[in-house]
């Protein structure tokens, strides 16, 4: 539990230390308002992304030199046929459990809105360059910075830990606290217990990138994509 708790700060470090450093330029008169939409939400999660990063692995290090290698995070070989192959079949296996736990939870919470909108940073978006830092924010570095994150470094270390099952149910509900809305927060828990998963039956995170690349893609499609051409 420490150890969960310990990435959930460093997650929620990272992103007061931003806030506080936009909040300190903005004191100082520095203006954000020429920056687009866009661009100021990319470079903000790049951010947020790289920081938790270095203060989750990093911080163990500096302080009891713990040195963090490739395997413990997933990244000890390059990608397979094997991972190809099993991140559409994964992605299918999301779908019907993410389905399936929607229901049960609407059914037994029907306070909750399971349609509620999910922000993202780039609402109002319209210009193509615009569309392409979107693309790139949620489809490429979301996905490879939270599989290095959760499935790569927490998993890896409950894993050594704690049985299988439990390790997979703590680093997927940590996954979905993180994301706040309840419709999201169920959606991404089928979704990481899948990832988990192909961690476990890879050991590796090269499948869950792809997966999670997948299903973002996809997202992207519905969310920017699909109102242009209807």
Known sequence: ?????????????????LIAI????????????????????????????????????GVPWLVKRRRIGKEDLGLSRLPTWKDIGLAPAGFVVYLVGSVVLLAIISTLIPAIDMDQ??????????????????????????????EVLFRGYLYGKLRSKVPVWAAILLVSGLFAAIHGQWNVAV??????????????????IWSGILLHMLKNGVAFYFLFVSPMIV
């Open 1 to 17: 539990m420490l150890l969960v708790l310990w990435v959930f700060v460093g997650y929620m470090l990272a992103q007061a230390l």
């Open 187 to 204: 959606d991404v828990f089928a979704l990481s217990i899948v990832l988990c998963i192909l961690r476990e039956l890879t050991g590796s």
């Open 22 to 57: 936009l909040w300190t330029a903005t004191q100082l008169g520095v203006s954000f308002g020429q920056v687009g939409q866009a661009v100021l939400s990319t470079v903000l999660s790049a951010a947020v992304y790289l920081l938790s990063l270095l203060i989750v692995l």
């Open 117 to 146: 909108v999910q922000q993202n940073g780039f609402e109002n978006i319209g210009h193509r360059y615009e569309y392409v830092l979107a693309f790139a924010t949620l489809v490429v570095i979301a996905p490879i910075a939270e």
